[in-house]
């Protein structure tokens, strides 16, 4: 089988990986390595191996190298396999694969052998495609300012997150409130996370779910914020950490399911983040459900 290994080197917990992994696809298959140099790399690399007749491109970085290899796969019959590599490895771990790289790659191996791969959808901010989540407001606040201080991240991993969160939170009077158009509804708010799968993302080794509902092969999911105030989520985080079921049940969040589209109009410019990519402010944003877009290599 033809691999590409595409490989983030800048991500947590890559360095001296890279030789570990290739020798071992090596081992059965023929291997292309490429490296990223730069954001936004690893979608010019994956879509140059497509078109060269690569089989699977494998990912090799965090949830953002993941992303970016998606969205240049999409619309291909090359599939993603998504190695766990950075700090919190959502995705990787979402679809099933240890959060060690070394098992998550024999892992791999076995599914390859088995020829385990399945056809999913993606959600999509305009054009760029998301694997788990879009986020509006506050957490994408959170995003920006650990890619601020990536140094931070490398650092202490998932503790640079949780600084970042409260630091955000305590900033929160001066975040932007917004309306979600879902369907027929228009829900304000002041966060919503858009889902394409479950969970939301992870904390240590316990997973947040917000919108169980949501998964691979079903439209998006959304959960709106009314508030940012303490009685909202401490609430929410407990349920997210018990499996979210009661999250509809509480006040001042919305959770809605079964959408192909909605659109984010707001009076000033909100930050939005993608699977953990911080991608600018805008007063209005527009997300779909691409179903059935990208080959995925299943554990």
């Known amino acids: 089988m033809r691999l590409t290994l595409v490989v983030n080197p800048a991500a947590t917990g890559v360095a001296g990986l890279r030789a570990v992994v290739s020798d071992a696809l090596g081992a059965e298959h023929e291997v292309v390595v490429a490296e990223t140099a730069a954001r936004g790399d690893a979608t010019g690399l994956a879509a140059r191996a497509a078109a060269a007749g690569a089989d699977v491109v494998v990912s090799l970085g965090g949830d953002g190298t993941a992303n970016e290899v998606a969205n240049g796969l999409v619309g291909t019959g090359t599939a993603l396999a998504a190695l766990p590599g950075g700090s919190t490895n959502v995705f990787a771990r979402t679809i099933g694969f240890p959060n060690r790289t070394e098992q998550a790659t024999e892992v791999l191996l076995a599914a390859l052998a088995r020829g385990s791969r399945s056809r999913v959808g993606l959600g999509a901010v305009g054009n760029r495609r998301f694997l788990f989540h879009a ?3 506050f957490d994408a606040r959170v995003i920006e300012m650990v890619e601020r201080h990536s140094w931070a991240k490398h650092r202490v991993g998932p503790l640079a997150f949780a600084g970042a969160g409260l630091a955000t939170w305590l900033g929160t ?3 932007p409130s917004f309306t979600v158009h879902a369907g027929d509804e228009a829900i304000d708010g002041r966060f919503a996370i858009v889902q394409n799968s479950d969970p939301y993302t ?6 947040l779910t917000v919108a169980p509902e949501a998964g691979l092969g079903r439209p998006l999911a959304v959960a709106v914020f009314g508030d940012l105030g303490a009685a909202t989520l ?5 349920s997210a950490l018990a499996g979210g079921r009661r999250l509809r049940e509480l006040p001042g969040v919305v959770v809605r399911d ?11 410019a909100i930050g939005h983040q993608v699977d953990g990519d911080f ?3 805008t007063s209005r944003i527009q997300i779909s459900h691409d179903p059935e877009c990208l080959d995925l290599v299943m554990p």
């Not at 959408?259 to 009076?267: E, I, P, Q, S």
């Open 202 to 207: 992870y904390l240590g080794p316990r997973p």
């Open 279 to 281: 991608l600018g402010e």
């Open 135 to 137: 986020g509006i407001g």
């Open 258 to 268: 079964g959408l192909d589209r909605l659109t984010v109009d707001a009076a000033a």
């Open 234 to 238: 401490v609430p929410a985080i407990c």
């Open 173 to 175: 009077a001066d975040h």
